[in-house]
């Protein structure tokens, strides 16, 4: 089963303008990572923020974490064309081996 | 430096038919870990090898099997295929089985009919 919801399922917007996902999850973790899919094919690791952090950022990308409400965003900003793509949040466990827990997906189209 | 490959990219059996599906991990890489992706859906936990054990399992029934060989690389078998079978099989491989970023192959997709 999936580990929680990611909101919107699926967002339209125009190249320059910054899209904003969450995510939502139902366990205690130990990290939490945003991937990007294109086109059904394999997963890109784009960040990954640890339970003890609040905010991160690469390049276009921030993401932040609220462990009290199991939440978290990813912003992209100035968004391409070339963002488009399927971004999925997966929460990680690690008890000595570590499994992801992938939330449903927001589908984004870029529009230029 | 190759990433993850996966063979073949895509597959069509029928049900009752068994599959073997391919992994070769990112060079330096250890650990595999299998995903089954539906379409529409994120993608599921089916197991983890390590050390060519089975380290950890997701809610997959016992006719998904996997196995590791010396060189890391890995295969998940399917037997007795049920159209729900249908999907992207994704793998993915990290340095240690506790690391936490996994690289993801192209997958390969199955198609049963």
């Known amino acids: 089963s999936q580990q929680g919801e990611e909101d919107p399922q699926a967002l339209s917007i125009q190249e320059g303008e910054n899209a904003t996902m969450n995510c939502s999850y139902k366990t205690s973790i130990n990290n939490l990572q945003w991937y990007r899919q294109n086109s059904g094919r394999g997963l890109v690791h784009l960040i990954l923020i640890r339970s003890n952090e609040r905010e991160k950022h690469s390049g276009r990308l921030r993401v932040t974490l609220d462990t009290s409400k199991k939440s978290s965003s990813l912003l992209i900003t100035a968004s391409r064309a070339a963002d488009t793509a399927s971004y999925f949040c997966?929460?990680?466990?690690?008890?000595?081996?570590?499994?992801?827990?992938f939330g449903t997906g927001t589908r984004l189209l870029v529009s230029p | 430096d190759a990433g993850v490959t996966q063979s073949p990219t895509h597959l069509i059996k029928t049900r009752g038919q068994q599959v073997t599906l391919r992994c070769s991990p990112k060079?330096?890489?250890?650990?595999v870990s299998w995903y089954q992706q539906a379409l529409g859906q994120g993608p599921q936990f089916i197991f983890q090898y390590y050390e060519e054990e089975e380290r950890q399992r997701g809610n997959f029934p016992d006719r998904f099997s996997g196995h590791q060989f010396p060189n890391y690389s890995s295969e998940l078998n399917v037997n007795a295929l049920l159209l729900g079978d249908s999907a992207l099989y994704l793998c993915?491989?990290?340095?240690?089985?506790?690391?936490?970023?996994?690289?993801f192959g192209p997958g390969t997709r199955l198609l049963v009919l």
């Open positions: 997966a929460t990680g466990l690690n008890t000595g081996f570590q499994k992801l827990v």
């Open positions: 993915a491989s990290s340095r240690r089985a506790e690391s936490e970023t996994q690289y």
């Open positions: 060079s330096g890489h250890d650990t």
